[in-house]
């Protein structure tokens, strides 16, 4: 039983089911069969889309870069395809029902909207200052019109990328440890521990690669707690969502990863020292944003 933190007894809902099948055997299993099938997934798509410019070969360097509307639409896409991946493994390793690792639906939703609400006016407060005094002015990235065209379809693959990795991260790994583990340290460290190594990315960010792998390590606990605060995705999908959806959608920065937003920064991932500079309020953001989702879910 969930004994160590009083305020994580609602989590006991989502971790409950899986004591059927708690073995860790099938966690690792059920990890790897999910990898294949977001992989195989992303490879589908990176064909439809080469099928589509006419050149393999052109895909796949756009897909390398992520600059242009298409590759950032079939990336995105590609990692939803976790969320299959989830739902075989559930069903033919742990015997478990899909929205048993979620929550109930209706909450969910509700829940994930309130919290990307708080995060979203958190972020704006926070980020507008800063923009608005900087020494150099944002970069029109995409034409406004074909921006707005785009929203709704960047808006979509955002929210089901994100959902996707709370799905595969804090919904079914996280569950999973904790139908085997009773210390919230093991199963709300081991999953942000992996989620860290997924976002260490040395090509793309040089000498911050680590920071923004504990970035992405703290995060990863921060929407543990929400998630185990109160029994229900809905509070760690609405931040994930906000917070991508800022970056990926309105401001990123220049070079890969840019391909749907409408501003980039005057400086890319490989500009080391600028990174470094950004990544403290970063740091400040997630911290506030996380205490916001809390008054959101009042938890």
Sequence with gaps: MLRMFKSYAPYEVLAAPGREKPEIWRLVVGIVLCLIVMIAGQ???IAIYGFALGSHGEAMMQMGLLDTPGAM???LLGIA????GVMLVLRWLHKRRFWGVIGDPVRTLKL???VAAYAAAIQLLLM???VLFAEEELILNTPPMLWLVLLPIGALVVLLQTSAEEIFFRGYIQSQMAAR???PIIWMGIPAIIFAIGHYAAVMYGDNAAMVAVWAGLFGLLAADLTARTGSLGPAMGLHFMN???????VSMDGPMSGLSLYVL???AQDAEEVAKVMPLDFVALGVSWLAARVAVRA
């Design 266 to 268: 005057p400086f890319s």
């Design 244 to 250: 991508n959806a800022l970056v990926i959608l309105f």
């Design 43 to 45: 490879g589908i798509l």
């Design 112 to 114: 994930g909207a309130r």
């Design 181 to 183: 583990f009773q210390s």
């Design 73 to 75: 639409i079939a990336a």
């Design 81 to 84: 395809c976790f969320i299959p």
């Design 128 to 130: 507008l200052p800063a």
